[in-house]
């Protein structure tokens, strides 16, 4: 494993392609679980889509990966505002490219599908352009079979086959990595079995969760305190087989360990199966929800050792079973400082992922970031122009500075466009400082500025 | 007792315990829970944590709910889904 650094896209051509001339066409199709995971059976499901407007709008955060030569598909354009703040701080944008009409339900990629002009367009850049989306699934393998555009990765069955939380904790077994005490369920008769041993760890005043093999991170898991809850889960789960005759499961009962810190590390498997470790970041998660990460990890020596080991190999065997391309891993740090070096492995470019280019380019060496989402909620949209100016001297000015730059805008209308009252909206700022103080006095600053804007945008 | 005035105290009653299951889910006591409050926008329900409150609500009022029978809208006020418990004849 090498540790060279060039710049992270340049690194990533390579890598992917085994070139860095061609452009890439940065396709921002967020929670691909729900596509990998569609026909799997977890835990029961409830129809709950309101929050779909809000993550397809994520798509814009490929804006900043992206390099000036790069293509960017986007479901709506950015907001004119947003894009000339970019520019004044000398973001070479890539060419941008906007899907011929969106649906707050669909992502970029089912948008795109249903845009005849915008087909049109990406089939003249055969041979040019490769397609690299957040994660590989069937729709981005049905867009590059629709244009004839290259798609820069692994096929969607390799991405979803390495994807599942089952199959980390397959292979974290198999190369003998730590990870709590748990269960792989692909059966009924296998959950019967791991619901007796979890009663056990129950009975022991233990916590036990049961988390879908394709949840997103942080969501489709259910956690069990106990032993009640535990044979009610188990109730509903046998029930539903029963009932449809279907016996089989991709689900995992583990312990709820406890933790300090939850950690996101990222390496790249290239074409020819070498692995470039790219970073590793702290978590900030609420109520376990992503909410940012905060960079650097502040980890020692030693913990540093066991994750960049890890990385390489977790990327040896990713790339024995056929995987190449971008994989971030979930990791925790226990209260006695101790890793548990894989708690899933997320075979797709990650949250922090596009956090690079804007490290790469604003955090001096020796400062610190935060990457974070502020919460707002309007009655109506906000323009970027009333966000610049309640944030004032906050929002970042130019390079070697302290201050905010907004990594996604199209998020805090996302909801209140899709809907016909007040909704929930989320800007997702990157914050600056030349030390973790100061940075937390700034977040503290930009959330009550932020808090204002969105008061002033409701009737 | 009419049977109106039967469903109307069966409705308090169901109204009750939903917010008794949303209490126990948000593990908070410094919130106001009527039949008014809106779930996902005042409450912050979402997918992460839909199913627990599911299973507060069938201790509540011991019965088994079939979550592919809900939808949207169901989860939209406290008031909404004590009318979902009442349409499945839950209560």
Not at chain 1, 95 to 119: E, F, K, N
Not at chain 1, 221 to 244: C, P
Not at chain 1, 265 to 288: H, I, M, P
Request: glycine share 10%; charged share 25%; aromatic share 6%.
């Amino acid at each position: 494993m090498t540790t060279v650094r060039e710049p992270f896209v340049r690194r990533l051509r390579t890598a992917l392609l085994g070139t860095d001339r061609t452009a890439l066409l940065f396709l921002g199709n967020f929670e691909v679980e729900q596509r990998w995971g569609g026909d799997e059976l977890g835990l029961p499901k409830v129809a709950l889509s309101a929050g779909d407007a809000l993550v397809n709008r994520m798509d814009e955060f490929t804006l900043l990966l992206a390099g000036p030569d790069d293509y960017v598909l986007l479901k709506d354009a950015p907001d004119p505002g947003h894009l000339a703040y970019l520019e004044s701080l000398g973001v070479g944008l890539p060419h941008l490219l906007i899907t011929d009409q969106q649906d707050p339900h669909h992502t970029v990629t089912q948008d795109a599908l249903l845009s005849p002009g915008l087909l049109a367009r990406l089939t003249a850049l055969t041979g040019s352009v490769a397609i690299f989306p957040h994660g590989v699934s069937a729709d981005e393998e049905q867009l590059a079979e629709r244009t004839g555009l290259t798609l820069a990765g692994s096929p969607a069955a390799t991405c979803k086959a390495v994807n599942g939380k089952i199959y980390s904790r397959k292979i974290a077994t198999e190369l003998g990595l730590r990870q709590s005490t748990g269960w792989t369920c692909e059966s009924i008769a296998e959950l019967d079995a791991a619901v007796e041993q979890a009663r056990g760890l129950l009975e022991a005043g233990r916590t036990v969760v049961l988390k879908d093999s394709y949840g997103v991170s942080g969501k489709g898991l259910l956690v069990v305190r106990d032993v009640a809850r535990l044979e009610q889960i188990h109730r509903k789960l046998r029930r539903r087989a029963d009932r449809s005759g279907d016996q089989r499961l991709a689900l995992l009962v583990e312990e709820w360990v406890a933790k300090t810190t939850d950690l996101n590390y990222q390496f790249t498997v290239g074409r020819d199966g070498s692995v470039q470790f790219d970073f590793v970041k702290e978590a900030v998660t609420e109520n376990g929800v992503h909410k940012g990460h905060r960079m650097p990890a502040g980890l020692d020596q030693r913990q540093l050792a066991t994750v960049t080991e890890t990385a390489g190999a977790l990327g040896r065997r990713l790339a024995a079973d056929g995987y190449h391309g971008v994989v971030g891993v979930d990791a925790m740090v226990d209260p006695e400082g101790g890793i548990y070096p894989v708690v899933e492995i997320n075979a797709r470019n990650n949250m922090s992922t596009y956090q690079v280019g804007l490290q790469e380019r604003y955090v001096p060496a020796g400062w610190c970031a935060l990457a974070r989402q502020y919460p707002l909620h309007l009655a109506r949209p906000l323009r970027f122009a009333e966000v610049r100016d309640a944030l004032g001297p906050w929002l970042l000015s130019a390079a070697g500075d302290a201050g905010m730059v907004v990594q996604n805008f199209s998020t805090v209308n996302a909801l209140v466009r899709a809907g016909d009252g007040p909704a929930d909206g989320r800007l997702y700022g990157f914050l600056i400082a030349p030390t973790t103080d100061e940075l937390m006095a700034m977040d503290g600053e930009i959330a009550d500025r932020l808090a204002a804007a969105a008061e002033g945008a409701r009737p | 007792m009419t049977m109106a005035s039967e469903a109307t105290v069966d409705r308090a009653a169901v109204v009750d315990h939903v917010i008794g299951a949303v209490i126990a889910v948000l593990n908070r006591d410094d919130v106001e829970v009527t039949e008014g409050t809106r779930l996902m926008d005042e409450l912050g329900l979402d997918s992460t944590n839909v199913l627990e409150l599911l299973m507060h609500l069938e201790d509540q009022l011991d019965a088994v709910i079939d979550s592919d029978t809900l939808e949207q809208h169901h989860f939209a006020t406290v008031g909404t889904l004590a009318d979902y418990v009442l349409e499945q004849g839950l209560a």
